[in-house]
């Protein structure tokens, strides 16, 4: 069973400031996605950043970036020149290849101060 | 971008009564709903997966009987609590799967999400 982990119950940063969400998964399987939700206080789940496992590089959306290590099976959020806006509730989550079924971590609260 | 609504935002009710939650998808047709649930400060735990025209597929630990899912057109999936309890109290999100030209494009968009509250 796949299992995800995120170690950080609560978060903040300064505005325009830079923060790092860890994230760590377990998995048997070599095909899958990886990706990172923001739930802000209207609780819509939003996609923010999508992994494919088979790339390499280190995928990219503007302010956000990930660092993949697969063999380490880490996955962590950059949130470059936080805004306020970027408060919310973040998620981690595992998806094995052909089965689009999310497994979320329990979640990391992001506030950024003013 | 693809919208998906739930109804009703926020229900309140009895004690052994039961509770209907849809789902839609606004501007696209969705082959595959799925539904969560996530208890107060906690994550998102898979329920179910609803398929156009066939029995839901419910994850280990959901009770079938329970947690009724249908499926009846590529637009919409309801989810119906029955006999519910105060421990069902919780918020209940349902996502729709876009499927891309490659599997790599596929999306999955979410619901605003429903709060039960049974008293």
């Known amino acids: 069973a796949q299992t995800v982990t995120q170690s950080q119950p609560e978060m903040s940063v300064q505005e325009a400031e830079t923060v790092t969400l860890s994230c760590t998964y377990d998995t048997s399987e070599n095909n899958y996605y990886l990706f990172w939700y923001k739930q802000p206080p209207s609780r819509q789940m939003i996609l923010v950043i999508r992994?494919?496992?088979?790339?390499?590089q280190n995928a990219t959306e503007n302010r956000f970036s990930v660092n993949f290590q697969k063999a380490a099976k880490s996955f962590s959020l950059k949130i470059s020149d936080s805004q306020l806006g970027d408060t919310a509730m973040y998620f981690c989550a595992f998806m094995k290849t052909g089965t689009y079924k999310y497994i979320f971590g329990t979640g990391t609260r992001l506030k950024v101060l003013a | 971008g693809a919208v998906v609504s739930q109804h009703p935002s926020w229900v309140i009710c009895k004690s052994g009564t039961s509770v209907k939650i849809e789902c839609r998808s606004l501007d696209f047709q969705a082959t595959t709903m799925f539904w969560y649930r996530q208890f107060p400060k906690q994550s998102l735990m898979l329920m179910a997966t609803?398929?156009?025209?066939?029995?839901?597929?419910?994850e280990q630990g959901v009770e079938k009987d329970k947690f009724l899912i249908n499926h009846a057109s590529l637009t919409l999936s309801t989810l119906t609590v029955t006999s519910a309890h105060p421990e069902d109290s919780s918020f209940y999100i349902c996502s729709a799967r876009v499927p891309g030209l490659a599997v790599s494009t596929d999306t999955q968009y979410f619901g605003p999400g429903t709060r039960l509250t049974v008293l």
């Open positions: 992994q494919e496992a088979y790339k390499q």
């Open positions: 609803s398929n156009e025209g066939s029995k839901a597929t419910y």
